[in-house]
Nanobody, 129 residues
Framework: QVQLVESGGGLVQAGGPLRLSCAASGRTSAEYDYAMGWFRQAPGKEREFVAAIRWNTGSTYYADSLKGRFSISRDKAKNLLYLQMNSLKPEDTAVYYC????????????????????WGQGTLVTVSS
C-alpha cells in the first residue's frame, strides 16, 4: 500500500516562499511510470489541482493560474516530492494534499482528482497579509 506523508506547511507572510515535501513509500520496483501531484483545498471551496509530475520522465503539469509561482519536482533516489511555492498570496491559504496515481495516465488526466488513487493527510499552509 502506497503511503504519502506531507510536511513543510505552516504560517508564512504574503510574498514569501514555502516548500512542501511529500515522502512516498510502499511502491514496488515494478511500478515506475506513475504520476504524483499536489492538490489544495481552501476553506469553503472545492479541492483544486495544483501541479503534477510524471515520476519517470519528469514531465510536469501546472494549473494555469499557478504557473510561474509554483514549481513541482521530485528526488527519485529519496522518493520525495516537492512543491516550491513563491510569492505566496493570502488566497493560497489551503490544505495541500500530496497524491499519486497507480500507473501512468493520459496527459490530460493529470489535472483530475479522479486520476489519483493515493492521498496524503494534507498539510496546512496559511498565508498572512
Amino acid at each position: 500500500q502506497v503511503q504519502l506523508v506531507e510536511s513543510g506547511g505552516g504560517l508564512v507572510q504574503a510574498g514569501g516562499p514555502l516548500r512542501l515535501s511529500c515522502a512516498a513509500s510502499g511502491r514496488t520496483s515494478a511500478e515506475y511510470d506513475y504520476a504524483m501531484g499536489w492538490f489544495r483545498q481552501a476553506p469553503g471551496k472545492e479541492r483544486e489541482f495544483v501541479a503534477a509530475i510524471r515520476w519517470n520522465t519528469g514531465s510536469t503539469y501546472y494549473a494555469d493560474s499557478l504557473k510561474g509561482r509554483f514549481s513541482i519536482s521530485r528526488d527519485k533516489a529519496k522518493n520525495l516530492l516537492y512543491l516550491q511555492m513563491n510569492s505566496l498570496k493570502p488566497e493560497d491559504t489551503a490544505v495541500y494534499y500530496c497524491t499519486a496515481t497507480v500507473r501512468r495516465v493520459a496527459s490530460s488526466f493529470h489535472y483530475s482528482a479522479d486520476a489519483y488513487a493515493y492521498w496524503g493527510q494534507g498539510t496546512l499552509v496559511t498565508v498572512s497579509s
